[in-house]
């Protein structure tokens, strides 16, 4: 998991969203937004006040751009389940002798490694990559990319909105959830602006 990161690469003010929901109440009046690090707390009462009730389309309007590298792609099959986003990924067909160019000594370089394996899977694995090395010189990427096991690492750019990305943690977040795509949502979390996480703080409190 120490080869995972995730980086917020940019995001929209959490202002969008105050305008969104005053402009629905009509409720300028009450407005007290002075800037993103002081939002007032009319505003965060407001906001807080309409996430409890599930009156969640206001926060759409906010979105986040995040980085995600060295996650598999195992973990993406279950990412792209959370279908209103965008995604852009590393593309095997294009980059694969180049990723596998170098020598190939140790499976963690290229591969998510579960703890639970033992020094006999993680053999098993080079030796997977080894063969896939092979194939690439033999076959063209689009057929050599058959042998990619799950576990191998990839690399995306991910767009979502703020109610899209509370469905995400509420879910990913949970002890049920698988470890690796939990880990992400974690790494989400600490990538969030400070400023932006009383979006998000009725699922990560006490985390």
Request: glycine share 4%.
């Amino acid at each position: 998991m120490k080869n995972i990161t995730v980086e917020l690469c940019s995001h929209s003010p959490v202002r969008n969203a105050i305008i969104g929901a005053r402009t629905c109440y009509k409720s300028f009046d009450r407005d007290d937004y002075a800037d993103e690090r002081n939002i007032g707390e009319n505003n965060r009462k407001l906001l807080k006040r309409l996430i409890a009730l599930g009156h969640e389309s206001v926060i759409e309007h906010v979105s986040y751009t995040f980085r995600i590298k060295g996650a598999s792609r195992g973990f993406l099959q279950q990412l792209v389940r959370h279908r209103i986003a965008s995604y852009s990924v590393q593309s095997t067909r294009y980059t694969l002798k180049k990723l596998l160019s170098g020598a190939i000594v140790d499976p963690a370089e290229f591969c998510v490694i579960p703890e639970e394996f033992t020094q006999k899977e993680r053999e098993a694995l080079l030796g997977i990559l080894l063969e896939l090395k092979r194939a690439v010189k033999k076959f063209p990427n689009d057929v050599a990319k058959y042998l990619l096991p799950e576990s191998f690492r990839t690399e995306l750019v991910w767009t979502i909105n703020a109610r899209s990305l509370r469905n995400f943690l509420k879910l990913r977040l949970h002890p049920a959830a698988h470890f690796e795509i939990r880990r992400v949502a974690e790494l989400v979390v600490e990538a969030l602006p400070e400023e932006h996480l009383i979006l998000f703080e009725d699922l990560v409190e006490g985390g």
